[in-house]
């Protein structure tokens, strides 16, 4: 890889899932499952939605029946709960799995942003979000594997967490 390419900046290890913030996502483990599948939903309802996630929404199935279902089961271990992704589909290698889509820092910004929106939409309290994000913007950062424009300063999220 060139020194020019941005996408080699970031460190090849996979960035570490937050710690255990299922338990803000409801009282007993049920609630909890209930809680991350309507995440899911208001984030991907977003995505379809909203004009402003056009570009990853053309990344895309057109039916998003199997990417909720998928990011579901992936994100209950990812924020603590119970794995239900490995057993099914085994290790996530999200990076190796993402290789087929072109993903651009304005790319991994329209997620952040769709991401940001709903968790917004769940009322979690500020810190909690704010730790989700960083942790996503983490894991969304380690997933580009399209180059920025020679010259632009896009390798740097342009995004707050404030959301719109
Ligand atoms: C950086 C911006 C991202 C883009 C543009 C993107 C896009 C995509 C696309 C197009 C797919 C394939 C379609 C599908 O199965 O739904 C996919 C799958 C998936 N994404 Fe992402 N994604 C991004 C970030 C993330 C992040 C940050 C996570 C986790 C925190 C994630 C988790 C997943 C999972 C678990 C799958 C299913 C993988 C599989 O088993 O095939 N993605 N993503």
Redesign the pocket.
């Known amino acids: 890889m060139s020194n020019n390419d941005s996408t080699s900046t970031h460190n090849d290890a996979e960035p570490q899932s937050p710690v255990a913030p299922i338990v803000y996502f409801g009282n007993t483990p049920e609630d909890q499952q209930v809680g991350v599948r309507k995440l899911v939903d208001l984030f991907y309802d977003e995505m379809d939605q909203n004009p402003n996630f056009e570009r990853?929404r053309k990344?895309?199935?057109m039916h998003?029946d199997?990417?909720r279902e998928?990011?579901y089961l992936?994100?209950s271990g990812?924020l603590g709960g119970p794995d239900l992704?490995s057993p099914q589909?085994g290790h996530?290698r999200?990076r190796m799995?993402?290789m087929p889509?072109p993903?651009s820092s304005e790319?991994?910004d329209?997620?952040l942003l769709c991401m940001v929106n709903a968790l917004r939409a769940m009322a979690l309290p500020e810190k909690v979000i704010e730790g989700l994000m960083l942790s996503?913007f983490r894991?969304?950062d380690w997933?580009?594997n399209q180059p920025d424009p020679e010259g632009s300063a896009k390798g740097l999220s342009t995004i707050s967490i404030k959301g719109e």
């Open positions: 990853i990344l895309h199935p998003l199997h990417s998928k990011f992936f994100l990812w992704y589909f996530p999200l799995r993402h889509f993903i790319d991994r329209q997620w996503f894991t969304a997933m580009r």
